[in-house]
C-alpha cells in the first residue's frame, strides 16, 4: 500500500493567516492526490482533485499543488469556518489511502 | 442533487456480522463506483471496498477475507457486510460515491454510521 504521511500533525492558526499543509507519498503518485475537509461529527468534504483542481464550490482561497511525491494543501486567508481537519489521499493504487489528518485549530 | 443515506445496526458483539446499506437519491446510479470507508474513533480514514452498478467489487485486501459488498439496482442501493467482528471494528462507517477504474475523487458522503462492538 502507498504510505500517505501529513505535516504538521495540527497547527494554530489565526483568522486571516495563509496555512499550508504538506502531505508526502511514499512512492510516486503523478497528480493522483486528493484532499479532503471533516469537521467533528461531519463526513468528509471534498476540497480538491488532481492534486490542484478545486472542486465546484470550494472558496477558492483553498489551492493544492504538488506531483510525484509532495503536496501541499494552502489556505491563503483561513477564515472562521475553515477550522477543521483535513486529510490528503492517493488515488492513484488501490487501495486508496489517507493520511493521518492535520488538524487546523484556532490560536 | 445527489444525496447518500445510509443505515444500519450500532451496536454489535464480537464474533456478530456488521451491516450497513446505502441508498443513492437523485443522481445516476450506473456511472459510478460506491465505496465504504470507515474512520475508528480519533483515528484516520481507511478504505473498505468499493461496488458499482453490475455488481463488480474491489477490496481492501486487509479487509478481504470478511468484506463482502453487493449492489440492488431495483433500489440504487449498496450495501456492506462485515463478518466476525472485533473490538478494533468499532468506527463510524460511511458510504461515498467515486474510485473505481477512474480513480474518481470521494464527491458525496452519507452521513455516517457510528458501529460499537462490544460484549
Known amino acids: 500500500d502507498i504510505q500517505m504521511t501529513q505535516s504538521p500533525s495540527s497547527v494554530s492558526a489565526s483568522v486571516g493567516d495563509r496555512v499550508v499543509i504538506t502531505c508526502r507519498a511514499s512512492q510516486d503518485i503523478s497528480a493522483w492526490l486528493v484532499w479532503y475537509q471533516q469537521k467533528p461529527g461531519k463526513a468528509p468534504n471534498l476540497l480538491i482533485y488532481?492534486?490542484?483542481r478545486l472542486q465546484s464550490g470550494v472558496p477558492s482561497r483553498f489551492s493544492g499543488s504538488g506531483s510525484g511525491t509532495v503536496f501541499t494543501l494552502t489556505i491563503s486567508s483561513l477564515q472562521p469556518e475553515d477550522f477543521a481537519t483535513y486529510y490528503c489521499?492517493?488515488?492513484?493504487?488501490?487501495?486508496?489511502?489517507f493520511g493521518g489528518g492535520t488538524r487546523v485549530e484556532i490560536k | 442533487q445527489v444525496q447518500l443515506q445510509q443505515w444500519g445496526a450500532g451496536l454489535l458483539k464480537p464474533s456478530e456480522t456488521l451491516s450497513l446499506t446505502c441508498a443513492v437519491y437523485?443522481?445516476?446510479?450506473?456511472?459510478?463506483?460506491f465505496t465504504w470507508v470507515r474512520q475508528s474513533p480519533g483515528q484516520g480514514l481507511e478504505w473498505i471496498g468499493e461496488i458499482n452498478h453490475s455488481g463488480s467489487t474491489n477490496y481492501n485486501p486487509s479487509l478481504r477475507s470478511r468484506v463482502t459488498i453487493s449492489v440492488d439496482t431495483s433500489k440504487n442501493q449498496f450495501s456492506l457486510k462485515l463478518t466476525s467482528v472485533t473490538a478494533a471494528d468499532t468506527a463510524v462507517y460511511y458510504c461515498?460515491?467515486?474510485?473505481?477504474?477512474?480513480?474518481?475523487?470521494?464527491?458525496?458522503w452519507g452521513q455516517g454510521t457510528m458501529v460499537t462492538v462490544s460484549s
Open positions: 437523485s443522481g445516476s446510479f450506473s456511472t459510478y463506483y
Open positions: 489521499q492517493q488515488a492513484r493504487s488501490s487501495p486508496p489511502t
Open positions: 461515498a460515491r467515486g474510485g473505481g477504474p477512474r480513480s474518481d475523487a470521494f464527491d458525496i
Open positions: 488532481g492534486a490542484s
